[in-house]
């Protein structure tokens, strides 16, 4: 079946999984959002426990899914892989450290004998719940800004910056999607945070901190946009594979593929009913709208990114390096291959759903917390 597909149809359909992977991957960094929280809303240590705990529920699907996105991407596109992780090292090993402290702080904060003691590890937490996304945010952004690297006749990258992947954090529209993904998460955190706590002080601290979250994620969400839409894009043409500078690159793109615009309408329209809801209709339910247009405005934008001739890795260095899904994806056959596990794809989307279900059949209570109650207490 998949092997009479084209591999330009491949490519373009290990595109679309990638862009999805990365978009359930955003949603899922409610789990860092909620993380970076814990003392803002909880004013307890029992409360602060609460928190923890209903976060403690859901850590692994944000790191599965990481590792996931970070799989699929290595074997679909390999040499983003290798230019990225290779050259960038610095920006991802900062990432990557943000995660594992992440996964000691739930394995061992509530252990006997913890000579660290729950505030390190609380701190180990917020860490990871401010710098994941943020850092998330940043590198996203230089699929639209660039980065410094060439690539030779060889398909061999050098980077070009001895910042090696940390100078992204010096270009102020990186730093804004970076700094809206940050309050994002934090956003779904509270909504999340609402919809499985069965408590009334957290709930209305939660609500109550919406606004606080909402007016700084607009902020630099539409400067991310404003810019996005009026800047000059990176243009290929298939049949020379040249690469070309495009007024308004990113703009036409929305416009000449109207399902992503749309999409892209209806995630933000979502976002913002979802966060509505939950602040003035009293709803425990906007998680749901909010997530789910998270889900569709990032996996817009990663269309747009690497769809319609677009270069998704654009070199700021050498303009002719830079990374298109045709040039940097992996044989058709593998592509093609690999498509038939793909198809495993809505079985675990399935399973996560039951399991999510499951787990959080019974809402987080003090009475649970406090040990009266059989269950793991991170």
């Not at 999805?20 to 803002?40: D, P, T």
């Not at 990113?250 to 995630?267: D, K, R, S």
Request: aromatic share 18%.
């Amino acid at each position: 079946m998949f092997e009479q597909l084209s591999h330009l149809a491949l490519q373009h359909y290990w595109w679309a999984i990638v862009s999805l992977l990365a978009a359930i991957l955003v949603f899922l960094m409610f789990v860092q959002g909620g993380q970076s929280l814990i003392y803002q809303i909880g004013k307890t240590d029992n409360e602060r426990t609460m928190l923890i705990n209903t976060l403690g529920r859901k850590w692994e699907f944000t790191f599965t899914t990481l590792v996931t996105f970070g799989g699929a991407f290595f074997a679909s596109f390999p040499l983003f892989y290798s230019t990225s992780f290779g050259g960038a090292y610095a920006a991802w090993m900062v990432l990557l450290f943000c995660f594992i402290i992440q996964a000691i702080s739930y394995e061992y904060r509530s252990k006997p004998n913890n000579f660290l003691g729950k505030k390190t590890f609380d701190a180990f937490l917020f860490v990871n719940g401010l710098m994941g996304p943020l850092l998330v945010g940043v590198v996203v952004g230089t699929f639209f800004s660039g980065a410094d690297f060439s690539v030779s006749n060889l398909n061999v990258s050098k980077w070009q910056h001895p910042a090696k992947g940390l100078e992204a954090l010096l270009n102020i529209y990186n730093v804004s999607l970076g700094l809206a993904v940050l309050f994002l998460a934090r956003i779904l955190g509270l909504l999340y945070f609402i919809n499985t706590i069965e408590s009334e002080s957290l709930i209305n601290q939660s609500r109550k901190h919406l606004i606080y979250n909402v007016i700084p994620f607009l902020l630099f969400f539409f400067i991310f946009l404003i810019r996005l839409i009026t800047k000059d894009g990176y243009a290929y043409s298939s049949e020379f594979l040249k690469v070309t500078m495009e007024p308004f690159k990113y703009f036409h793109n929305l416009i000449q593929m109207p399902i992503v615009l749309i999409l892209f309408l209806a995630g933000v329209v979502a976002v913002l009913w979802g966060i509505y809801s939950s602040w003035k209709n009293a709803s425990t339910e906007g998680i749901w709208f909010t997530g789910g247009g998270t889900i569709l405005v990032v996996f817009s934008l990663f269309l747009i990114a690497g769809y319609n001739n677009t270069c998704y890795y654009p070199s700021n260095y050498d303009l002719q390096s830079s990374l298109t899904i045709q040039n940097s994806s992996s044989s058709k056959f593998t592509l093609a291959t690999m498509s038939y596990v793909s198809l495993l794809v809505p079985f675990v989307l399935a399973y996560i759903w039951y399991a999510w279900k499951e787990i959080n059949k019974k809402k987080i209570t003090e009475t649970e917390i406090s040990g009266d109650s059989e269950g793991h207490i991170y």
